[in-house]
């Protein structure tokens, strides 16, 4: 099974060349790497949102794979997908899908089912993967997809990636793909997105999940955020850090729609 890029050219640059220099750009850092046991970073086209995306990725010692959960933007598919076996192709080459990592977090969990068709033109995970790419250091990847935006499925997909984790011997970055407030103006969003970002740096899943339900803020992956707060307490988290926030209208210079970035490294 071998998952095609479904956003090259639109997103991000569609050949080799013009990518792996625009990744490179974006990944740029001075500052040491850490030790992370997750992040939150955004999913928008690199002219967007690519800087704050590449400041998370920048800080990070690199693992040996990537657990990256965003939402389900096109319906399609389970409501809580995973892919267990093949590979993800972006114009940078391939990168594996981890079968054990995977198949771990599958038997761990009551919520996930094995699909592919969610995961089929799907961006937010698509997004992750040249930047991480541009690295040049081989690794392994495990999507998940989720639609279902109810707290019991958030927590519990985060329990078993936790549980396949800590018992997997291995380094893992579990990666929360989402953007924040969408279509608002700059004012509205800038307010919307610090509470958010007060719940993940509290390291409050259920508080995310409530707020987001409660406000109906358009945050299109905070069940996903949700998910990836329960494996990182699970997993000893203790410290949140707020690596960067932007919003398109930085790039548009339009305030009156805007939609939010924000990227965090959890330890």
């Given amino acids: 099974m071998i998952r095609r890029a479904a ?3 639109s997103f991000y640059a569609g050949t080799p060349e013009r990518l792996i220099a625009q990744a490179r750009d974006l990944i740029r850092g001075d500052q040491p790497t850490v030790h992370a046991i997750a992040a939150v970073v955004p999913h928008a086209g690199y002219r967007y949102s690519g800087k704050v995306a590449g400041a998370v990725y920048a800080r990070v010692t690199f693992p040996d794979v990537f657990i990256v959960v ?6 399609l598919g389970a409501g809580a997908a995973i892919m267990t076996r ?11 899908v981890d079968r054990d990592m995977a198949g771990a977090i599958l038997g761990h969990s009551q919520t996930l089912e094995e699909d ?3 995961h089929q033109r799907e961006h937010s995970i698509e997004v992750q993967l040249p930047l991480l ?3 040049g250091t081989p690794f392994s990847l495990v999507p998940i997809c989720l639609f279902s935006s109810e707290f019991p499925a958030c927590r519990d ?24 407030s969408h279509y608002v103006d700059q004012a509205d969003a800038e307010r919307t997105d610090r509470a958010a970002i007060d719940a993940i740096v509290a390291l409050g899943a259920e508080h995310l999940h409530e707020f987001v339900r409660r406000e109906r803020m358009s945050m299109c992956g905070f069940h996903a955020t949700s998910a990836v707060l329960v494996a990182a307490r699970e997993l000893g988290a203790t410290s949140v850090e707020l690596v960067g926030y932007a919003t398109s209208g930085d790039v548009t210079k339009d305030s009156a729609r805007v939609v939010g970035y924000a990227g965090l490294l959890i330890r």
Avoid: Y
């Avoid at 093949?86 to 594996?96: F, I, S, Y």
């Fill in 7 to 9: 956003v090259a050219g």
């Fill in 133 to 135: 790419q541009a690295f």
């Fill in 157 to 180: 997909v985060g329990l078993a990636i936790a549980k396949a984790v800590a018992g997997s011997g291995r380094t893992a970055l579990v990666v929360a793909s989402t953007d924040m």
């Fill in 86 to 96: 093949g590979a993800w192709e972006t114009p940078l080459g391939r990168v594996p």
């Fill in 116 to 118: 592919h068709l969610g």
């Fill in 70 to 75: 965003g939402p389900n933007h096109t319906g």
